[in-house]
């Protein structure tokens, strides 16, 4: 995993880079922002399909999406994990 945070409008990213579970990059990255210990986060399976993320977007799988993107919440963070391996997050606020 590689990581690179922008505080222009508060939007981190982090780039999976094949190294690992896309998951556990996704929860890596909210624990980090978080500063909260991955197993103190709530399951990410309460919040998406945890294997079909995983399958859908490796990045080292020749079948891969070659263009896409899936949006949901976790962890008080709007994710949002593009086909290129890189995720955005960014704080919720209390109308999302």
Known sequence: MSTATTDHEEI???HHDGDGR???TLVDAVADLTDTAPADLPPLETRINVTALD???DTDAPDRPSAGCLTFTYGGY???V???G???LRETTDTE
């Open 86 to 88: 890189t995720v955005f």
């Open 22 to 24: 896309l998951s556990d």
């Open 82 to 84: 593009r086909s290129t």
């Open 55 to 57: 399958a859908l977007w």
């Open 78 to 80: 709007v994710v949002v």
């Open 12 to 14: 981190h990213h982090v």
